[in-house]
Nanobody, 115 residues
C-alpha cells in the first residue's frame, strides 16, 4: 500500500514559479519510481516528469523540458516538482503517481497560471 499526498499548487502569473511536493507513505519509498502527471479541463491526463527509485534518472515531457525539475528526498519520502517560467498552458490539476504492483495516485493539486 502506498499513500501519496500532493501540495504546493496555487495561482501564479505567467513567468512565475511554483514548487509542488508529493509525500509518500506506506511501502518502502526507495524502491519505486514516481511520476508527475497533469490534467487540464477537457484534456486527457498526461505525463509531465518522472524520477527513478534512486533519483539517478529523470524524464521530462517536451513541453516542460528546461522549465521543470523533478527531484526526490529519500529522508523525507518526498518528490518535488520545481516549476519555473510557468505558462498559461501549464494550468491543470497535477497528480503524482507511484507504481508498486499497481498504480497509486494522489488526490491532485490545482495549478492555475493566469494574469
Amino acid at each position: 500500500q502506498v499513500q501519496l499526498v500532493e501540495s504546493g499548487g496555487g495561482l501564479v502569473q505567467p513567468g512565475g514559479s511554483l514548487r509542488l511536493s508529493c509525500v509518500a507513505s506506506g511501502s518502502a519509498f526507495d524502491f519505486y519510481a514516481i511520476g508527475w502527471y497533469r490534467q487540464a479541463p477537457g484534456k486527457e491526463r498526461e505525463g509531465v516528469a518522472c524520477i527513478s527509485s534512486s533519483g539517478g534518472s529523470t524524464y521530462y515531457a517536451d513541453s516542460v523540458e528546461g522549465r521543470f525539475t523533478i527531484s526526490r528526498d529519500t529522508g523525507k519520502n518526498t518528490v518535488t516538482l520545481q516549476m519555473n517560467t510557468l505558462k498559461v498552458e501549464d494550468t491543470a490539476v497535477y497528480y503524482c503517481k507511484a507504481y508498486v504492483g499497481r498504480d497509486y495516485w494522489g488526490q491532485g493539486t490545482q495549478v492555475t497560471v493566469s494574469a
